[in-house]
T-cell receptor
Framework: DSGVTQTPKHLITATGQRVTLRCSPRSGDLSVYWYQQSLDQGLQFLIHYYNGEERAKGNILERFSAQQFPDLHSELNLSSLELGDSALYFC??????????????FGPGTRLTVL | TQLLEQSPQFLSIQEGENLTVYCNSS?????LQWYRQEPGEGPVLLVTVVTGGEVKKLKRLTFQFGDARKDSSLHITAAQPGDTGLYLCAGLPSGTYKYIFGTGTRLKVLA
């Protein structure tokens, strides 16, 4: 158990819909990262938040947005869903974020299926 | 575009054999991590290397960071079925906050 929690574990929805994925970082971690992993592919970095502020953005679609709240939990919002958005979405947290010695701890992921 | 290329993509070996997985890039990284991922689960960190030329050992696993901090290798000695999984390298390019993950090496160790 990494200490990072993600809800829900599974999500099945239809095209065009909007969903929210939730992540609670490890106690004391200030950074939260979101990744997308499609079938048989590596992890694609989406976005990084540090202490409530966006720190880095990857190849995140305009239909996707995220935020980190004052209690440090984070939400990833996916809207106008398409079949190609079906994937595993992982959240990771680290103490600071961006330091060479920082370690990312991954949550168990949310499996999103768009029908 | 910064890329981390892993090789081989797939590896199927017999128990007891040795293997090496490579992670290469043209970019310089301030650190590089190796993870192992089981199906349907999140990646689990195996090691972080920071210094060029650094070698770290974790039981039967040996990790090396290239002198120029552009590449890394993972060597497993006497592989066991429990080593089966997806191995991912990930790097933090110097001067950025964006972690880049490699394409992954899917290892299967047959008993």
């Amino acid at each position: 158990d990494s200490g990072v929690t993600q809800t829900p574990k599974h999500l099945i929805t239809a095209t065009g819909q909007r969903v929210t994925l939730r992540c609670s970082p490890r106690s004391g971690d200030l950074s939260v990262y979101w990744y997308q992993q499609s079938l048989d592919q590596g992890l694609q970095f989406l976005i990084h938040y540090y202490n409530g502020e966006e720190r880095a953005k990857g190849n995140i679609l305009e239909r996707f947005s995220a935020q980190q709240f004052p209690d440090l939990h984070s939400e990833l919002n996916l809207s106008s869903l398409e079949l190609g958005d079906s994937a595993l979405y992982f959240c990771a947290s680290s103490v600071l974020g961006g330091l060479s010695t920082d370690t990312q701890y991954f949550g168990p992921g949310t499996r999103l299926t768009v029908l | 575009t910064q890329l981390l290329e892993q090789s081989p993509q797939f590896l199927s070996i017999q128990e007891g054999e040795n293997l090496t997985v490579y992670c290469n890039s043209s970019s310089v990284f301030s650190s590089l991590q190796w993870y192992r991922q089981e199906p349907g689960e999140g990646p689990v960190l195996l090691v972080t290397v920071v210094t060029g030329g650094e070698v770290k050992k974790l039981k039967r696993l040996t990790f090396q960071f290239g002198d120029a901090r552009k590449d890394s290798s993972l060597h497993i000695t006497a592989a066991q079925p429990g080593d089966t999984g997806l191995y991912l390298c990930a790097g933090l390019p110097s001067g950025t906050y964006k972690y880049i993950f490699g394409t992954g090496t899917r290892l299967k160790v047959l008993a």
